[in-house]
């Protein structure tokens, strides 16, 4: 039988001492810091990693050095847990050690510098151009012909013009020292006012003008025949640009919740919504003109590396359309003679 060497742990005993640190921690959270329950389970499942990996390096978890965090860290990114996931296991581990200080058995925190590597940014998910006009061109049918105008316009407008929503429910009917943003049909221009409360103008298309141009007319000639309370101040017609049926402006939810509604209705398969809308129009500029300045500007963003991610979209567009059309993508397998 093979004995340990003089001075080292075996997994038992490290497993053994572990436990005993862990179970002491775990009451600690559950009795005097009074944690939920689902949270001291949450605990323990991190400490239960951070003990089997302890136990397979053969140290005990009071011996545990910077070194073997950083290694463990590594191991888990490798295996593909995600930046979140480490993090959050980190955290555990992190606070478990904070303890064991406090009671005076390490002299430092092995965790204390060590950060999960940075999730990657997911991509902003963007329609196809396709799937963009299809719901562009959607006309519902409904025999409610006040809501159909509206909601055509604003679907032409947060497409055409890549408008967050907050600036899309901003918009007035006219210019005013008030107004957060306001339409200019005749110059084929919504003035916004974007994040960090930076104002911008940007085009109208043809599609969109005509489209608000229909849906004011509506509009103007329900608040012609509307009760006083449907009015603003003074008798004046309501400024907002987009308004509910009780004459007040509508809110984000409300187009959220109109958008995804018409998206279903006209037949795409994912529900839509508002940013989805800017980060197509964004996407299929972008793959037409190349111009990423422009596309900046237009969008509004304080960085061009916020306008960068648009690059991964239109990279991933030229390379479905390569797999798709090219003879050489088709080879799978070959090897050169």
Excluded at 296 to 324: C, M, N, P, V, W
């Amino acid at each position: 039988m093979t004995r340990a060497p003089s001075g080292a742990s075996t997994a038992h005993e490290v497993t053994a001492v572990g436990t005993d640190l862990v179970e002491r921690y775990l009451e600690h959270v559950r009795v005097e810091k009074r944690l939920a329950q689902r949270t001291v389970e949450l605990y323990a499942l991190d400490l239960q990693k951070l003990s089997q990996q302890a136990a397979q390096a053969g140290v005990e978890l009071l011996q545990v050095q910077n070194s073997h965090i950083r290694r463990w860290v590594a191991q888990m990114n490798a295996g593909g847990r995600s930046g979140r996931g480490i993090a959050l296991i980190l955290s555990g581990w992190r606070g478990f050690y904070v303890w064991l200080g406090r009671e005076g058995l390490i002299s430092s925190n092995p965790v204390q510098d060590v950060r999960a590597p940075k999730a990657g940014k997911p991509l902003p998910k963007a329609l196809s151009v396709d799937q963009a006009v299809q719901l562009a061109s959607f006309a519902s049918g409904s025999n409610d012909p006040w809501l159909e105008a509206r909601d055509a316009a604003m679907v032409e407008l947060l497409y055409g013009a890549g408008l967050r929503v907050g600036e899309l429910t901003g918009l007035d009917t006219v210019a005013s020292s008030s107004a957060r943003g306001w339409i200019d049909l005749q110059g084929g221009e919504a003035h916004v006012l974007g994040k960090g409360g930076k104002r911008r103008s940007v085009p109208v298309g043809a599609k969109a003008v005509l489209a608000i141009t229909h849906w004011l007319a509506l509009r103007d000639q329900a608040l012609a025949q509307a009760k006083p309370g449907l009015q603003g101040p003074g008798g004046n017609a309501q400024a907002a640009l987009f308004m509910g049926r009780n004459g007040t402006r509508l809110s984000a939810q409300s187009i959220w919740q109109r958008l995804r509604q018409r998206s279903l209705q006209a037949g795409l398969t994912t529900p839509v919504h508002p940013h989805m809308l800017r980060h197509s129009f964004a996407s299929h500029l972008l793959q037409s003109s190349s111009d990423l300045r422009a596309v900046q500007e237009l969008l509004g963003h304080a960085s061009i590396t916020t306008t960068q991610a648009y690059t991964r979209l239109d990279f991933q567009h030229l390379a479905k359309a390569y797999d798709a059309a090219h003879p050489r993508a088709k080879i799978k397998g070959a090897t050169p003679k």
